[in-house]
């Protein structure tokens, strides 16, 4: 599996020259994997994205991919209503999230095309067919897509919950799996043993890296890590490679460079000098 | 009086190499007057460096007063309230004015947009006091020293314009609207466009007429339009419906209204630098009006024209 970063932003798209190496785009990943597309969250970076799938089949609705939303704040779904191949006939989406049921999640994504906000006015305007799964908050659950074996778990974010994902790949000679981890905000003492279990032994990592350890103390309630939890959780969780995203909006590149250098440090410092650390930036591409 | 815009771009905010020199940020422009308070008009994702500028002053003691002048409620005009610094100050005092609507007091739209699953910080959390007023098209009222009018435009769920006048100097701003011509768009979604040119229901083309008489009015005179021109004449000719003008279109309305100068604005999010530049250029030798394409950190003073890169 390929995975390529379209936006590492967090909150809100923060344009201008300060961003233009790590990129001013909300979240989103796109998970090439050999079984189909999986697109992880649905912020800005999403339009980018959309952008290079209409020169293939997506272009000629002839196109298949899931999307996984970790949780429906604005930075995780604002770029879905701005996704071309969602206006071709043809091509089909699966989209999972948080959600007691179907109808919740729909209705969560209707709200921000309701016409008071969007000239689309409902889900049912756009040409591709689409399909919501809902993830039971209630409990950890597993499933298939497009080959891929889908675990989820809920951490906590703020005054609500996010959807953590562990992705594995079957590669013949053993798995391969990426977990993506955005906006977590653990309580004191880390993240919970079952966050741990979700997180453990992924060749790579994607994790909530907002803030400087300082900026995080001082913001407790919003609920995102710093680089400082980033690290604790590579480390705890045996992982590969870290890479860092959900950039707070305010920081300039420099900034994240800094932070980049400091998780480093830290990492080193906690007995995980051997595991390779990324901050993620828009076309940056991994291979697991 | 003197404008500065704070973002330019439509529908979406785009961040990246190709826009850094006009500005990755979705509509927002700030007008100052002298002896009167900051009207802000639009609030998309522009409002947020604004805001950070403004805490600066008075808004971080908590002694500002600001009007806010809503065009429509399309998220590229509003989407950056929740992240505007002085409204989380308590002792700050907002006005938010848009369009009344027919099913939801205005406060309820706005605070929707920061309800639980989408923000995590809701309405009711808002530190500043803000008051809400609902225009209806053709509205007159007065902010300080400053005149404001408003007049309704073609544009999917309706937007207004503002012309605000003060000492001799006047602004219109007129965003987001498609031309008086083609298609009549309202309340309803509009599945299939009508092709420009097709003939027009005699009731639709007489709401139009009146329509662009309303806009004419409102930019007569005026020393400087922002005016929506998102569009090349080829995107427009296959969108009519999605509500937005080309820079011919803001040109014609501006001699119409005898105006005197024009800033193309509300860009479209796929326009690079180097496009809009040569889409400037072209437009100059159509018009004799002073022609500039709106950009972040620029400020116009009116009625002068004198314009200035800030910050």
Known sequence: MEIVFFGVRGSIPAPGPETNRYGG??????????????????????VNLGKTLMAGEFGRGGGTAAILITHAHWDHIQGFPFFPPIFVPGNRFTIYGPGRSATMLEGIL???MNPHFSPLYTMRNLGAEIELAAINLDEDEEFIESGLIVRSHQNPHGSTTALAYRLEEDVG????????ASDAGYPEGGPSEKALRLYH??????????????????RMSRGSSSIADAAACAVRAEVKHLVLTHFDQDYSDDVVDALAERCRRLLDEQGGSHIQLTAAREGLRLAL | MKVRFWGVRGSYPVPGIGTNRYGGNTSCVAVRADGGPLIVIDAGTGIRKLGKEMMSGEFGEGRGVAHLLVSHTHWDHIQGLPFFAPMYQKGNRFHVYARQRD?????????????????????DKVQADVGFRELVEGARFEIGPVKVSCTRLNHPWIAMAYRLEHEGATLAYVTDTAPFRDILIEQEYIRQPPR???PLKPEDAAKLQEMRDGVVRLCEGADLVIYDTQFTPAEYASKPHWGHSCPEDAIEIAEAAGAKS???????PERTDDELDKILDECAGKTRLSLVAAAESLEVELP????????
């Open chain 1, 25 to 46: 785009n909300t979240s989103c990943v796109a998970v090439e994997a050999k079984g189909g597309l999986v697109i992880l969250d649905a912020g800005t970076g999403l």
């Open chain 1, 110 to 112: 209707e709200g921000q």
């Open chain 1, 173 to 180: 000679a053993g798995t391969r799996v990426l977990v993506y």
């Open chain 1, 201 to 218: 032994g992924a060749d790579v990592l994607i994790h909530d890296a907002t803030y400087t350890p300082e900026d995080r103390a001082s």
């Open chain 2, 103 to 123: 099913d939801t007091h205005l406060r309820a739209v706005f605070a929707s947009q920061t309800d639980s699953p989408y923000f995590p910080v809701p309405f």
């Open chain 2, 196 to 198: 420009p040119g097709d």
């Open chain 2, 262 to 268: 024009v800033a193309l604005f509300h860009h479209a």
């Open chain 2, 304 to 311: 002068s024209l004198r314009a200035t890169r800030v910050g």
